[in-house]
């Protein structure tokens, strides 16, 4: 059994912050299973250079862009027309994921899930993916220094019982609040098909806006998610959990973590686990012979889980 680990590691102080990149390790894990070589996208040959077509296409535009006025208006133009054309088709997407990444990560660390999933769950290319940036706070666990953060952090490792912040959970929550709001108001897409998830501190901001409805908005509070994903995750504000009957009984949750993780500690997952299913909600949890990161099962698992919450069981 392989474990493809492609990491990016951050050292802030004494803490160690990683950065998963899942696309790679799945898309050559599953290729090598199936004894097959990736095939990378062949390049372009334009301006006399070689270059991939994304870039390529860059480069068009902006070489385009340098041209007379008349024909920068004709590009914003054609621009305007293309977008309103996407955003009429993006009102039929059937449904969201709203992704929260890790301490000390960007949107970009996790936004490979927009072709990982696909690829393993094909209908899950009809559906939006929404991966909101953390703010730059401090963090006091880093002596104060500030990064990418959802709420600060006071404990290390991660442990039943460490120090909660409250405010800066409820900020999260509301992030989420307003991702998912703006997905319905302009893509028509209800929160009841929207999946949100994250992972490490991005997982736990989730699970709190999916199930403790003390934190969410007035007006907010009784509603269900289609589902909620923690990866690596743990259960904040245990003490004051209250979930809602919607909630309940229409947001089922997967949550996946390491065996041998020592950041966000094992113990974590069957604590919050044991805590949502006393509360009757329904969570599929699996562990993974890994440390605090992704594992190709996991994701596998995951497109499994975000495909059958949003589409069905029938393919």
Request: with cysteine; hydrophobic share 40%.
């Amino acid at each position: 059994f392989h474990i493809l680990k492609i990491s990016t590691y951050v050292t802030t102080n004494n803490v160690l912050v990683r950065r998963t990149h899942p696309e790679r390790f799945v898309q050559r894990y599953f290729a090598r299973q199936k004894g097959v070589r990736r095939q990378r996208p062949q390049a372009v040959t334009i301006f006399g250079s070689s270059m991939r077509p994304i870039t390529t296409l860059i480069v068009l535009i902006l070489n385009l862009s340098t041209r007379s006025m008349s024909g920068r208006n004709r590009i914003v133009t054609a621009a305007s027309a293309f977008s309103t054309s996407a955003s009429a088709k993006a009102c039929d997407k059937p449904g969201a994921l709203v992704f929260l990444h890790g301490l000390g990560d960007t949107p970009a660390g996790w936004s490979s899930l927009r072709s990982v999933l696909p690829s393993l769950r094909p209908r899950l290319s009809e559906i939006k993916y929404v991966f909101p940036p953390a703010p730059t706070i401090p963090i006091t666990i880093n002596g104060g220094m500030q990064m990418p953060g959802w709420f600060d952090l006071y404990d290390w490792p991660i442990d039943v019982g460490s120090e909660d912040d409250p405010e800066g959970l409820e900020k999260a929550v509301r992030q989420i609040e307003e991702a998912v709001s703006k997905l319905e108001s302009e893509d028509g897409i209800p929160p009841s098909r929207i999946v949100v998830g994250g992972f490490s501190q991005g997982g736990a901001a989730a699970l709190l806006a999916a199930y403790n409805k003390n934190l969410r908005s007035q007006g907010v509070a009784d509603t269900a998610y289609a589902g909620c994903v923690g990866l690596s995750a743990w259960l904040t504000l245990p003490d004051s959990l209250s979930v809602s009957e919607k909630s309940s009984q229409g947001t089922p949750m997967f949550w996946g973590h390491g065996k041998y993780d020592d950041k966000v500690l094992f113990k974590q997952q069957a604590f919050g686990v044991e805590k949502l299913r006393s509360m009757d909600v329904q969570v599929k949890d699996e562990v993974y012979p890994m440390g605090h990161e992704s594992h190709p099962e996991e994701m596998m698992a995951l497109a499994t889980f975000v495909d059958e919450v949003l589409f069905g069981q029938k393919e």
